[in-house]
């Protein structure tokens, strides 16, 4: 009888220490995310924590198993990627719910979409991103980023030309496919708890160039319902540096006017090869990709998927 009363009171200990954790204490308690790999301090503020990174899960025996070949159909890489979502872990803080993909893409797909990604020559400069209002600065000035997007649509459909269209197109619309499909769609809406429909959807290839990317914290617009981001690295010299990052209401509010609007990061996305995030738009879906105290080496490049209800 003693035994089995020193182990309720155990167990009581242990659920009011869990209940005394802060919603900040319970993500990082959770073992779910790593330290970056570098001496640096990519944080700027005095005594602020450094950002932390969600873990990467390699798939399990059971998903192995489905890691479908370069000639599988549809069908095959789709039920890859469900299973891809359905294991990624999801994650409340510093606002909810978001999730971070590894090896999302059935490797055949992700290699073919890599090699043959489209060259920056055929992409349209966005023209909002080379002049924009900063508060506290007097007017407007030279953007310090240099975004170029291409719609996934036009290459799918063969409307850009350059030597490697053709299997480039055949590449992209099978990722449309894929990302567009009922199954893939209704996965996501379950991991998420979404019920509102789409009514819209889009893709956009990115390109930022030396990874000067949107440094601005900023929540999405509310006409969102959801955003997903694929990353395609060249290299892994900017594993650390070039991924999105996630922000508490605080850092939102503490972000520097003067530069862009940046501030510190809580948590960051490895910019790692076949690996990508998610999250469903909230007044509090703070995220920014900062260009202050970052490795740059190379392009930024991604594919960006919204679905919007409007």
């Known amino acids: ?34 330290q970056h790999g570098t001496k640096r301090k990519l944080n700027r503020l005095p005594g602020s924590a450094e950002p932390v990174y969600p873990a990467c899960y390699p798939p399990s025996a059971a998903a192995a198993a489905l890691t479908p070949g370069p000639d599988a159909s549809l069908e095959e890489d789709l039920a890859y990627m469900v299973e891809r979502v359905v294991s990624a872990p999801s994650y409340d803080f ?3 719910s978001y999730t971070y993909f590894c090896d999302i893409w059935p490797p055949h797909l992700w290699t ?36 170029y997007q291409l719609n996934a649509q036009e290459v799918a459909a063969g409307k850009r030309k350059w030597r490697s269209a053709a299997p480039s197109g055949k590449a992209w619309t099978r990722a449309l ?6 199954t893939f769609e209704a996965a996501v809406w379950k991991k998420f708890g979404l019920t509102r429909k789409a009514r ?3 893709a956009r290839i990115l390109v930022d160039k030396d990874g000067k990317a949107v440094g601005r914290i900023h929540p999405d617009t509310t006409f969102k319902i959801l955003t997903m981001q694929f990353y395609f690295p060249v290299s892994n010299a900017s594993y650390w540096d070039y991924g999105t990052c996630v922000h508490t209401v605080q850092q939102q509010a503490r972000r520097d006017v003067r530069k862009d609007e940046e501030g510190d990061c809580w948590g960051k996305f490895m910019y790692a ?11 509090n879906s703070y995220h920014s990709s900062p260009n202050s105290r970052v ?9 960006l998927v919204n679905w919007y209800h409007t």
């Not at 242990?14 to 790593?34: K, R, T, V």
């Open 112 to 147: 073919s979409l890599s090699e043959l990604f489209p060259p920056v020559s055929v992409f349209d400069r966005l023209e909002r991103n080379l002049k924009r209002q900063v508060r506290g600065t007097g007017g407007a000035r030279k953007s310090p980023y240099q975004r």
């Open 273 to 283: 090869p076949n690996s990508g995030y998610s999250f469903f738009i909230s007044r």
């Open 94 to 96: 510093p606002f909810k």
């Open 200 to 202: 819209s959807r889009e």
């Open 295 to 303: 490795w740059n080496s190379g392009d930024r490049r991604t594919m």
């Open 1 to 34: 009888a003693g035994d089995v009363s020193n182990t309720k009171q155990q167990q009581q200990v242990s659920s009011s220490s869990a209940a005394a954790l802060s919603p900040e204490e319970a993500a990082l308690a959770s073992g779910g995310f790593l």
């Open 177 to 182: 496919d894929l990302i567009y499909h009922p």
